[in-house]
């Protein structure tokens, strides 16, 4: 975009939710489901979780009723993820003839992507950059992000440099402000913007920056006890490979890989072919899998990582040292998803210190 | 569009079943001409419905297309060697990094195969018998199970016309009169000119890394030696996360890699 405009103020996101549906998008947000907050379909504002506010810790995940935010929430378990690398989807069909390869990309507009859901994607982009597939579902995403403003206690993105204020890689970016209840929103990209321009706006005010910048200095200190210094992890990581510390993580860790599914850079995929019963075409299934899974490695009827000290090592390792390597950036973004979803409630920050 | 996951038909042209419990394949598309590749790449075959594994090119048809090396050792492969002349299969590749040949010319070059590690080495053997002038001496290092195992025994009796060939098996049978056991007793035997040698080495992991360090021992430079790393492969892209050996994504980094750079990550248990 040639020139940033001021932000303006939204009352409400109705008319933008409206305004995507209009625009062909199906319009994925927040909404609470079992006491957890996920993306699903939206059709109205109504469905979001307002006046929810979650706690979160190692191993814990509780919702409650607080304030008046719509997006007052830290991460969930859902990311951008599913949306540009589903759990499941059939990449090819074989019925004799070419092989016909299948893409599933539907303009998809997702709501409420945090700093650290955006750093995640362009990791993603890095990784999966060479996949057509990939490419597809992602350029068929439009994107409005919303600073956060309550991190939670397992958060740590101040320390990875992803957040906590959406600074880049969106079409639009809200911040929540209270007393009264609005929204300041800034566009990232020509499209953006011109949405943004044909929704009922008002023009924003001195104190209504103010007041976002206070909102990300809160949320920036919230996530202060936590802060450490990424500086030298990648050697020290490196280096640490025949440390006992993982043994004894590993005497904790259940290896279930919760912690792969819900990390928003984690990519690891496996296929699975076989033949569609009613047709009997063949068929290339290809869905996530985990480095955690005990055939990850399967060589000759032997997984070369056949310990779970083994398996947490390379989870850990691939993060913070060996992404550095294939990539020039680190594999995680600070969201914390893999510390409370953990059902050991194993930290990896604890850890990365504990390895130093 | 192509899709990088989507295989492209081929035709098997033709099926030999080898004394060493393999088949070898010949592969040629069902429309057009299969892209160029350089000793030590791979392909993904895909067995119509039943899966896809990497396989090494182990030469060129004598009318195009791939000649390919399949030992029965699981579903996938089991169902390739099975398969008829005439019958599709999907390739997608080649992929992975090849064997420098640049770098050993001028140079004695030793070739080290442990039992199937001689697939991915035959279009090696074959550049370098095709030049022989632009190589110092050649040896040609063979390791096989037993003596009916030893792959390509016609083509090995040609080589012999270039190289220097020993064959050492685990178990002897009874005609067996040549060497017998480990494959580092054969680098032990051998004259080398640690300066000027180069090695091309491929077979199971335990094999090519005693080989490697047989080779270090007699003064061969570390990173003269090069391997083939085996790993499990979903992809072949970097994609799918599952040939990754510490730094390395061991379908486009490798599987070719020279042992100064994998010595490190081999040492280290379950990496
Ligand atoms: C770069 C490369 C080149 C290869 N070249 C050849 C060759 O020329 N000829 C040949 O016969 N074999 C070769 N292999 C080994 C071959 O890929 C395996 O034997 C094959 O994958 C086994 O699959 P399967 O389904 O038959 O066996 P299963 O044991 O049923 O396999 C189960 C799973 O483990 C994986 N797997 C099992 N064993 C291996 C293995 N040894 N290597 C990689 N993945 C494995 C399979 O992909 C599959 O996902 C090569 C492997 C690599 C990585
Ligand atoms: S490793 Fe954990 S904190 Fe880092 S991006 Fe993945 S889920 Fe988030
Ligand atoms: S670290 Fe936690 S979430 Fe990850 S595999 Fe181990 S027990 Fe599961």
């Not at chain 1, 904790?252 to 995929?269: G, K, W, Y």
């Not at chain 2, 799918?240 to 486009?252: A, I, S």
């Amino acid at each position: 975009m040639d020139k940033q405009p001021n932000p303006v103020l939204l009352d409400a996101l109705d008319p933008l939710i409206t305004a995507l549906r209009i625009g062909g998008f199906r319009v994925v947000g927040p909404t609470v489901r079992d006491g957890v907050i996920r993306f699903a379909e939206l059709s109205s504002a109504a469905e979001s979780p307002t006046g929810w506010t979650d706690a979160q810790e190692p191993g814990r995940y509780r919702l409650r009723q607080e304030g008046e935010l719509v997006f007052g929430y830290a991460a969930s378990p859902d990311s951008a993820k599913r949306y540009t690398h589903p759990p499941r989807t059939t990449l090819f069909r074989w019925d004799k003839g070419p092989i016909e390869p299948e893409i599933d990309a539907p303009p998809t507009a997702l709501i409420g992507l945090r700093a650290c859901d955006l750093a995640a994607l362009a990791v993603q982009d890095r990784v999966l950059g060479g996949s057509a597939a990939y490419r597809a579902r992602r350029a068929a995403l439009f994107l409005v992000a919303v600073d956060c403003a309550t991190p939670s206690a397992v958060c740590f993105c101040t320390s990875m440099g992803t957040g906590p204020k959406a600074e880049a890689g969106f079409d639009l970016a809200l911040t929540e402000l209270s007393e009264p209840h609005r929204f300041l929103a800034r566009a990232g990209s020509e499209r953006g913007a011109e949405i943004l321009a044909a929704l009922p706006h008002r023009a924003s005010a001195p104190a209504d920056l103010a007041a976002a910048a206070d909102v990300t200095r809160t949320a920036t200190a919230r996530m202060e006890p936590r802060r450490f210094e990424l500086d030298g992890v990648k050697e020290q990581v490196a280096a640490a490979r025949t440390s006992p510390v993982w043994e004894e993580i590993a005497s904790r860790c259940l290896t279930c890989a919760n912690c792969t599914i819900v990390c928003p850079t984690c990519f690891c995929t496996t296929v699975e072919d076989g033949t569609d019963l009613s047709d009997g075409a063949a068929e290339r299934v290809e869905r996530w899998d985990s480095c955690f899974t005990f055939g990850f490695t399967e060589l000759g009827g032997e997984p070369v990582r056949a310990s779970g000290a083994a398996r947490y090592r390379q989870w850990l390792s691939h993060k913070f040292s060996t992404w550095v390597d294939q990539f020039g950036e680190y594999g995680c973004v600070g969201c914390g998803r893999c510390v409370t979803w953990c059902p050991a409630g194993i930290d990896l920050v604890e850890e990365l210190e504990r390895l130093r | 569009m192509t899709l990088e996951m989507t295989p492209i038909p081929y035709r098997v042209r033709s099926r030999r079943a080898d004394r060493a419990e393999s088949v070898t394949l010949t592969l040629e598309p069902a429309e057009g001409l299969c892209p160029t590749f350089e000793p030590g790449q791979f392909t993904m075959i895909y067995a119509p419905g039943v899966g896809e594994i990497p396989i090494s090119i182990s030469g060129r048809g004598r009318f195009g297309g791939y000649v390919q090396t399949i030992r029965a050792a699981g579903a996938v492969s089991r169902a390739l060697c099975r398969i008829e002349a005439g019958d599709l299969v999907g390739v997608r590749g080649p992929y992975g990094t090849p064997f420098d040949m640049g770098a050993s010319a001028g140079m004695d070059v030793i070739v080290a195969a442990g039992g199937l590690g001689l697939a991915p080495l035959r279009p090696v053997i074959r550049e370098l018998a095709a030049h022989p002038g632009r190589y110092g001496r050649l040896t040609l290092l063979v390791g096989a199970r037993t003596p009916s195992g030893v792959l390509y025994p016609r083509e090995l009796a040609r080589w012999a016309r270039h190289f220097d060939i020993r064959v050492t098996v685990d178990r002897p049978d009874d005609k067996w009169q040549g060497p017998v056991g480990l494959i580092t007793h054969l680098v032990d035997q051998i004259a080398i000119g640690p300066r000027r040698t180069y090695a091309y080495v491929c077979g199971p992991e335990i094999m090519m890394r005693a080989t490697a360090d047989a080779l270090v021992r007699r003064g061969v430079p570390a990173g003269r030696i090069a391997l083939s790393l085996e790993r499990n492969m979903k992809c072949g892209l970097g994609h799918c996360g599952h040939c990754q050996l510490g730094p390395l994504f061991t379908c486009v980094d490798g599987p070719v890699v020279t042992y100064d750079h994998a010595a490190p990550l081999l040492e280290v248990p379950q990496l």
